[in-house]
């Protein structure tokens, strides 16, 4: 077990270099199974739950072979050769269903490519109960059967799968995906309604074009398919992730820092960088990033109400809570997205923090100073959120089951190490 020490009130300057999205990284491994040709992604980030991913596919019978530098060398991420060319087990076990439930994501390619899927219920998680029903019934309306038994989703088309129009009631990243995915190898046009729009998604639909699908208004709310007989392989390069890239710019803000976020795409995190415009952060888009500069004394409090791409993105929300809680005011931050993403909120009390919760509403009255405490993660960005509190907070704060924050975030404490805070990382 690990756990990370921090001496909060440095100040952070520098540069930090931004790794691959692991959300468009986990979708893209996916893909591999849709085709008899190797599949090669580059910029893959070296986080928990790309491991996870890895043994999944390993256990379908995917040959992975992983190249520990990638074309521009260094930590730029590695590069990952995925080969589906042989038949597959059709089967995703619970025990790994359950550590990640992005392993969601093989049923729509598993069907389409082979007609059978075999995956675990990804039973809820600590951020809510996340079902998928979004996903089941969007695969049945393109002609698969559904069969719910023992906790394990049993999905068959043996005639294939067949374009339709499907209409999400709701925006769901994942059953976009999954249907993505599928619709690609699907007999003749698929149109996705209300379909997420995160840049995710366009990684996703940009890779599957370099393979051979057609697909048209990916980043829209309606995409359109047309399915082929198959896909060939390609080379890819993955983003940078959005979500890295906002957790560093609120420690660089928090600190009242000047931070260099190397690879950052401005354009991913709009809603996100005007939000922190307004809290007295300047934020300057460069040539070789996104610099993040701190320049007023007192951060200004402001209101946050999370929502599908292009809104406030909920996987920021923890970690602009821990910026309100030392800003100056008071800040509504309300979750839209999922029913229990305030787990961080307690651990901040503990700091010193004033937030009271009310529903899917936390009001955050900043304080002058966060004290350092002992602290427990609970899920990725959560935990995140604590390290971001303890950088300024008063005295030592330690922080306790990071294994969470592994599943999300490679080499927190050296990259931030590099850039002036006090932190350290300790097993025992
Ligand atoms: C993806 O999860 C991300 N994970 C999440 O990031 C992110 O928070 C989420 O999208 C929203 O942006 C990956 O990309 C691997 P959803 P996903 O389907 O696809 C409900 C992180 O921290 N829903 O868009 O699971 C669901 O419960 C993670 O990196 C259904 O009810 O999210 C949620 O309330 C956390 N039925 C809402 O929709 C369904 O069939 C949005 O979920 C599917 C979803």
């Not at 951020?127 to 002609?143: C, F, K, N, Q, V």
């Not at 010193?352 to 009001?363: E, F, H, K, R």
């Not at 899920?379 to 599943?407: F, K, M, P």
């Amino acid at each position: 077990m690990d756990r990370i020490h921090i001496l909060g009130g440095e100040r952070l300057e520098g540069e930090v270099l931004i790794g691959g999205a692991k959300n468009a990284a986990l979708p893209l491994m996916a893909s591999s199974l849709l085709s008899s040709s190797p599949l090669t992604l580059s910029n893959l980030p070296h986080l928990v739950d790309i491991t996870t991913m890895v043994q999944l596919l390993g256990d379908l019978g995917v040959k992975i072979s992983m190249d520990g530098d990638s074309p521009n060398g260094g930590y730029a991420g590695r590069a990952i050769k995925m080969d589906a060319s042989e038949p597959l087990e059709k089967s995703a076990p619970y025990d790994l269903v359950r550590k990640m439930r992005a392993s969601v994501l093989v049923l729509g390619p598993l069907l389409a490519r082979w007609g059978e899927a075999k995956v675990s219920m990804p039973g809820g998680c600590a951020i809510g109960t996340r079902p998928i029903d979004l996903h089941l019934s969007a695969l049945e309306a393109l002609g698969a059967t559904i069969d719910l038994k023992e906790g394990y989703v049993n999905a068959t088309a043996p005639n294939g799968l067949k374009g339709c129009e499907i209409n999400f009631p709701f925006v769901s990243v994942g059953a976009t995906e999954n249907i993505l995915m599928a619709s690609t190898l699907a007999k003749g046009k698929t149109i996705i309604k209300n379909a997420a729009r995160e840049p995710e998604i366009i990684d996703l639909a940009n890779c599957l074009a370099d393979m051979g699908a057609s697909i048209n208004g990916a980043g829209t709310d309606t995409m359109e398919v047309v399915g082929t007989e198959e896909l060939n392989g390609t080379d890819y390069q993955i983003i940078p992730d959005r979500i890295e890239t906002g957790t560093y710019a609120i420690a660089s803000a928090i600190t009242g820092g000047d931070l260099l976020l190397r690879g950052a795409r401005f354009d991913t995190l709009s809603a996100f960088f005007s939000l922190l415009g307004k809290a007295g952060v300047e934020v300057i888009q460069e040539n070789k990033g996104v610099r993040i500069k701190r320049t007023t004394e007192q951060l200004a409090a402001v209101d946050i109400y999370t929502e599908p791409y292009p809104g406030f993105p909920t996987d920021m929300q923890a970690q602009i809570m821990a910026l309100m809680a030392v800003a100056k005011g008071k800040s509504i931050i309300t979750e839209s997205i999922f029913e229990n993403r305030f787990m961080h909120v307690p651990e901040l009390c503990r700091m010193g923090a004033d937030i009271d919760v009310n529903g899917s509403s936390a009001t955050v009255n900043g304080v002058s100073k966060l004290s350092g405490a002992e602290l427990m993660a609970t899920d990725l960005r959560a935990s995140v959120s604590l390290i971001l509190a303890g950088l300024v907070a008063r005295g030592e704060t330690i922080i306790n089951r990071v294994y969470h924050l592994d599943r999300g975030y490679e080499r927190v404490e050296e990259k931030l190490g590099m850039c002036g805070a006090n932190i350290k990382r300790v097993s025992f």
